[in-house]
């Protein structure tokens, strides 16, 4: 049961990476996207109020979404 929740889980978050049109922007290779991802995680780091931005973003992307319009 685990195991299905946790590739579900790895599912969804694939998703969200083609949601954002990284895939297309990377032209589907993943070097550059774990590169990406991996610089994402450094600023981070560096700076916590960034998640709090991305935080905000992501809901208002996903708030408009299920408003039936495109996202901010």
């Known amino acids: ?3 299905r929740e946790r ?12 949601k954002a ?3 297309e922007l990377a032209d589907d290779d993943r070097a550059t996207l774990y590169g990406a991802l991996l610089e994402l ?3 981070a ?3 916590r109020d960034r998640l ?3 935080k905000r973003r ?9 408003e039936g319009r495109d996202a901010p």
């Open 52 to 54: 709090m931005l991305w």
């Open 21 to 23: 049109g990284l895939v």
């Open 58 to 66: 992501g809901k208002r992307a996903f708030d408009a979404e299920a």
């Open 7 to 18: 590739t579900r889980h790895l599912i969804e978050l694939g998703g969200l990476v083609q």
């Open 41 to 43: 995680a450094a600023k």
């Open 1 to 3: 049961m685990a195991r």
């Open 45 to 47: 780091r560096e700076d």
